[in-house]
């Protein structure tokens, strides 16, 4: 059955601060026969927050982190999972709900922070630091996961680090995190050179600038920017933490240091907050589109699949790292 004309203007309201009127018409015929094709295949799509606004606010049913996406999508009933994210988080997914089928509307959604690291350069730190833990962050394969004790997430990884009882600790792939980390610990942290693309890009002249040309901006950067960032920023935290903070103080003009979808995602939540939005895009997020999601469900693709053992051994870094 269709979504009725009444069903798609209320999600227009939903969105209509972030997406002009001329725009949405282009929309509403994938976002009905994404509806109908959900209820036909049981299927459940989850979307993360740097997804545009018609698909994080129009037709997603989960929102959120990677790892919250993969964690609320193992209380949900479906027997299809379509991930609106890149292909880690299609994996992380997988490996935490290996009953259903997990599909990723396009496979070239990649991650420049989970491109930087393989198995291999995983073993070879083992070898160099022989005895120290490896904690990887869910930002990476799950080759690299099979390869660690631990994950972590950028919420959780100071706790993650500090159980471990280790004076010294590998943090993988992302160097940033690792330093962010490093400055609140007293553990070493030995760190990989991996970036993330959208935030490495942030410079503290950025905000320098954004403070002279908006004064009184409170300046939110997530702990992927580099640590001169993080050390000038009025908070650092995940992206659910940014959106959290947001919510609790209700800045007057806010700026996000991170992706530019977030900012209009939560400016959605938030109609009362001015948002301030330099724009870093990620392009792999960005291949994902309405019309793939539409495809992925019309035609059962892309199915993820992960080899039985790298899944077995990827699981127990993430289940050790979700006992904490
Ligand atoms: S925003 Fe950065 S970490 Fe996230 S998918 Fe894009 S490149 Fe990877």
Same mark, same amino acid.
């Given at each position: ?20 009127? *001329? ?6 015929? $994938? ?5 109908? #094709?959900?209820?036909?295949? +049981? ?17 997603? $049913?989960?929102?959120?982190? &990677? ?44 991650? &420049?922070?989970?491109?930087? *690291?393989?198995?291999? !350069? ?25 390869? &660690? ?6 919420? +959780?990884? #100071? ?17 940033? #995190? ?27 002249? !950025?905000?320098?600038? #954004? ?20 050390? /000038? ?22 700026? %996000? ?14 109609? $009362? ?11 792999? /997020? ?28 990827? &699981? ?5 790292? %979700?006992?904490?």
């Amino acid at each position: 059955m269709p979504v009725s004309l009444s069903t798609t203007a209320s999600l227009y309201d939903r969105v209509r601060r972030v997406i002009p009127p *001329i725009e949405w018409p282009a929309f509403t015929d $994938d976002i009905e026969a994404i509806f109908a #094709l959900k209820r036909k295949r +049981n299927a459940v799509i989850l979307a993360h927050n740097y997804q545009t606004p018609e698909i994080f606010h129009c037709v997603a $049913d989960i929102v959120g982190d &990677s790892l919250a996406l993969a964690r609320k999508a193992m209380a949900v009933d479906a027997d299809i999972i379509v991930l609106a994210g890149v292909h880690f988080m299609a994996e992380t997914a997988k490996l935490l709900n290996p009953g259903k089928t997990v599909l990723i509307p396009d496979l070239g959604a990649g991650c &420049s922070l989970a491109d930087s *690291i393989t198995a291999s !350069d995983v073993r070879l730190m083992r070898q160099r630091y022989p005895g120290v833990p490896v904690v990887t962050y869910v930002n990476t394969s799950a080759a690299v996961k099979a390869e &660690s004790d631990i994950c972590c997430t950028s919420g +959780n990884a #100071l706790a993650v680090v500090e159980s471990l009882g280790a004076s010294r600790v590998i943090m993988l792939p992302d160097e940033y #995190l690792a330093k962010n980390i490093a400055a609140q610990t007293k553990i070493e942290i030995i760190a990989w050179k991996g970036h993330c693309e959208v935030h490495e890009r942030f410079t503290p002249a !950025d905000i320098r600038e #954004l403070r002279e040309a908006h004064p009184g901006v409170t300046v939110l950067a997530h702990p992927e920017c580099p640590p001169e960032v993080v050390a /000038m920023a009025d908070f650092a935290g995940s992206t659910a933490a940014m959106s959290d903070y947001v919510g609790r103080h209700r800045p007057a003009r806010v700026v %996000l240091m991170t992706e530019c979808s977030m900012s209009d995602n939560v400016a959605v939540k938030h109609p $009362d907050v001015d948002f301030v939005r330099p724009c870093n895009l990620c392009p792999h /997020m960005k291949r994902i589109t309405l019309a793939n999601i539409r495809t992925a469900l019309e035609e059962n693709r892309h199915i993820v699949t992960i080899d039985p053992d790298i899944a077995e051994r990827a &699981s127990r870094a993430v289940e050790r790292m %979700l006992a904490i």
